[in-house]
């Protein structure tokens, strides 16, 4: 009954091997991690995030990625908020507009 199992175990681990190098069409092709996701230089769009791709790790997206968008979209997300705040500032300093809420 030993010799069975071993056998078994045997043949279970070959096609596991033979699946995970590619000689069984068991798994896809291996794809090439991103370096980095792309955000342009520049102001972000909407688009530009809908566009981002993260590198998958094994236990789901790469966390350092992930953390460097998030990042730079608040850095982004805070600047347009204060152009929108100091646009505002003269719109309402202009004469004869109302007060600001």
């Not at 204060?82 to 004869?96: F, M, S, V």
């Amino acid at each position: 009954m030993l010799i069975i199992f071993a056998i078994a175990a045997a043949v279970v681990l070959f096609a596991v091997a033979a699946a995970a190098m590619g000689r069984v069409d068991g798994l896809d092709a291996m794809t090439r991690d991103l370096e980095s996701p792309y955000l342009p230089d520049g102001p972000v769009a909407p688009v530009h995030v809908d566009e981002i791709e993260f590198a998958v790790g094994l236990r789901g997206y790469r966390m350092d990625q992930v953390d460097a968008v998030l990042d730079r979209l608040s850095v982004e997300l805070a600047a347009r908020d204060q152009y929108i705040a100091a646009l505002e500032r003269t719109i309402h300093a202009q004469p004869g507009m109302p007060p600001s809420p």
